[in-house]
C-alpha cells in the first residue's frame, strides 16, 4: 500500500522538498492512514508534517472525543496541531445550506488560513479510491458532465493533494490492523438516510457482487479520463472565452454570431466558462440550464430571457448577457445628480462618467464622435442655450427629445430600436436635462434647442469616460 501512495504522489506532483504539509486528520480510517504512510514516506521529500483537525460540533461529546485523539496522535509523533472548532449546523441554518456543504466550506477556510498565514504549504486530506468511486457514481446519478465526473482531484490549485486516491478503503482498514493501530469510528456514516451513504453500503457492494467484481477501479478510471479531457479542454475553452466574450458591470456579453459556427460541445462548455465567472461556481446548474441559454444563442436574431440559480440571461437583437440574479437589496445608487460644469459627474451604476468643460466659440465640431471603448467620446452644447442648473440621469420609459437635424421629437424608445442598442444597456443610459427638458443623450447627442452653431460665443463639452472590455 505504501508503494502505491508513493507512486501516487510522484505521478502528481503532489510534494516538492522540504514541503510542510498539515495533514487533515478527523480521526477515522482514511485519515489516521494517511498520517502514518506520510510518516513512513516524508523522507522521500524531507516533509515538515503538522496534524489539522477540524471539530464540526455535530456528535455532540463523540466530536470532543475525537478531537481529544487526534491531539494526541500528533502529540504522540511530536506533530504541531491546528484545531478549529465551527458550529456548523448553526451556521448552516443562518444560511440555509445543507449540513455537508457548510462543513466543507468551513474546512477549505481552515485550510486557506493555515496556508496564508505561512503555516502550511499543501493540505493532505485522505480520500480513497473509494470515495472516488463513490462520488463519480453520486454524481453520474445526478446527471453531471464530465467536469463532474473527474471526480475527486488528486491535486487542487489551493494546494490540497489527495496521496491515498490509489487504494481502497478496505485496504486502508487492513493496513491499520496489521499494524496495530486505531481509529475513531464515525457512527453517522452507518445512517443511510444519506444519498452518499446508501451508495456506498448499499449500491456499490451491489455492483460490485451482481455486475462487476472491480467496480471500484472502473469508476476510478472514468474519473481520470473525464479528468484528462478536462485538463485538454480548459485552456482552449478559456482563450476561446477571452476572445468572444466581453464584461460589462460583472456580467459576461457577448455577440450571438459568435456562437453560430461552433460545435454544440464548445457552446456548451463555453457557457458554463461564462456561468462560473459570473457566479463563482456551478452549483445548482443542471443540463437543462445550459441547454435553455444555448437556445437563445442559437438564433440569428430575436429576444428572450430565461433565469437559472443564480443568473439571468437575456437575449437582445445579437447580443447575450449573462448577469447575476438581482437580489433587488444593496446599496442605493442616485438615479440622478446635479451635473457639474466644469468637472466630472459619476452614477454609479451602469459605470457612467460624464466631464464637463467650458470652451470659447464658434463651434468647429459637429455630430456625435463615436470611438472605441476606453476612448473619450465628446459632444458640444450652445452653454448660452441652456439654463443651468443642469440634470444627469438615466433614461425613463417615455422620454423623448427632438435631437438635432430631426424634423419633430422622438421617443428615446424608439431610437433604442432603431439603433439596436440591447435591453439591458439601456437601464443606465445617460442624458441631461434643463428645466427646457432632455438637452442631450448618449449617442444621440445634443437637443435642436441646444446645438451649437457657428455664431455659438461658448460651448460646453460633455465627455464621457467610457470603461473598456475588461478581460476574463
Known amino acids: 500500500m505504501l508503494d502505491r501512495v508513493l507512486e501516487t504522489a510522484l505521478r502528481h506532483g503532489m510534494f516538492s522538498p522540504g514541503d510542510r504539509v498539515g495533514v487533515a486528520v478527523s480521526g477515522g480510517a482514511d485519515s489516521v492512514c494517511l498520517l502514518h504512510a506520510l510518516l513512513d514516506l516524508r523522507g522521500q521529500w524531507k516533509l515538515r508534517l503538522s496534524v489539522v483537525h477540524i471539530d464540526h460540533q455535530l456528535r455532540g461529546q463523540a466530536s470532543v472525543e475525537d478531537a481529544a485523539f487526534v491531539e494526541a496522535l500528533a502529540h504522540n509523533h511530536d506533530l504541531p496541531f491546528h484545531l478549529e472548532r465551527v458550529d456548523v449546523a448553526s451556521q448552516a441554518a443562518g444560511c440555509r445550506e445543507n449540513l455537508e456543504q457548510v462543513a466543507r466550506e468551513a474546512r477549505l477556510r481552515l485550510f486557506r488560513r493555515l496556508r496564508g498565514e505561512g503555516l502550511v504549504d499543501k493540505i493532505a486530506t485522505g480520500h480513497t479510491q473509494s470515495d472516488q468511486a463513490e462520488t463519480v457514481l453520486f454524481r453520474f446519478l445526478r446527471g453531471s458532465g464530465t467536469s463532474g465526473l473527474a471526480g475527486i482531484l488528486p491535486v ?44 456506498r453500503l448499499e449500491l456499490l457492494p451491489l455492483l460490485e457482487r451482481e455486475y462487476n467484481p472491480a467496480i471500484l477501479a472502473q469508476l476510478a478510471q472514468t474519473a481520470e479520463i473525464a479528468r484528462e479531457e478536462e485538463s485538454y479542454w480548459s485552456p482552449q475553452i478559456a482563450a476561446l472565452a477571452n476572445d468572444i466574450f466581453g464584461i460589462e458591470d460583472g456580467a459576461v456579453v457577448f455577440p450571438c454570431s459568435r456562437f453560430a459556427g461552433l460545435p454544440r460541445a464548445v457552446g456548451r462548455r463555453l457557457l458554463r466558462f461564462a456561468f462560473s465567472r459570473v457566479k463563482g461556481d456551478l452549483r445548482q446548474i443542471e443540463f437543462q440550464h445550459v441547454e435553455s441559454a444555448l437556445g437563445l444563442a442559437a438564433g440569428a436574431e430575436g429576444h428572450g430571457r430565461v433565469q437559472i440559480p443564480g443568473l439571468d ?76 442648473p443642469l440634470t444627469l440621469r438615466y433614461w425613463s420609459p417615455g422620454d423623448a427629445y427632438r435631437r438635432a437635424g430631426a424634423r419633430e421629437q422622438e421617443k428615446i424608445k424608439q431610437m433604442f430600436q432603431l439603433a439596436r442598442i440591447p435591453l439591458w444597456q439601456r437601464r443606465f443610459w445617460p442624458m441631461i436635462e434643463s428645466d427646457q427638458g432632455i438637452v442631450w443623450a448618449r449617442r444621440f447627442g445634443p437637443s435642436s434647442m441646444a446645438a451649437p452653431t457657428a455664431g455659438s460665443r461658448c460651448l460646453l463639452r460633455i465627455e464621457e469616460l467610457l470603461d473598456g472590455r475588461e478581460s476574463l
Open 156 to 199: 487542487t490549485e489551493d494546494g490540497i493533494v489527495r496521496p491515498l486516491l490509489g487504494v481502497t478503503r478496505a485496504e486502508v482498514v487492513q493496513f491499520l490492523g496489521a499494524s496495530g493501530i486505531r481509529w475513531r469510528t464515525d457512527e453517522t456514516n452507518s445512517q443511510t438516510a444519506f444519498v452518499r451513504n446508501r451508495i
Open 313 to 388: 440571461i437575456i437575449r437582445s437583437f445579437e447580443w447575450l448577457r449573462i448577469g447575476p440574479l438581482e437580489s433587488g437589496g444593496g446599496a442605493h445608487c442616485p438615479d440622478r445628480m446635479l451635473l457639474n460644469v466644469p468637472g466630472d459627474t459619476h452614477l454609479p451604476r451602469g459605470g457612467v462618467r460624464i466631464r464637463t468643460t467650458l470652451a470659447p466659440g464658434p463651434a468647429s465640431e459637429s455630430g456625435y464622435n463615436e470611438e472605441q471603448a476606453s476612448e473619450v467620446s465628446s459632444q458640444l452644447l450652445d452653454w448660452d442655450k441652456v439654463r443651468p
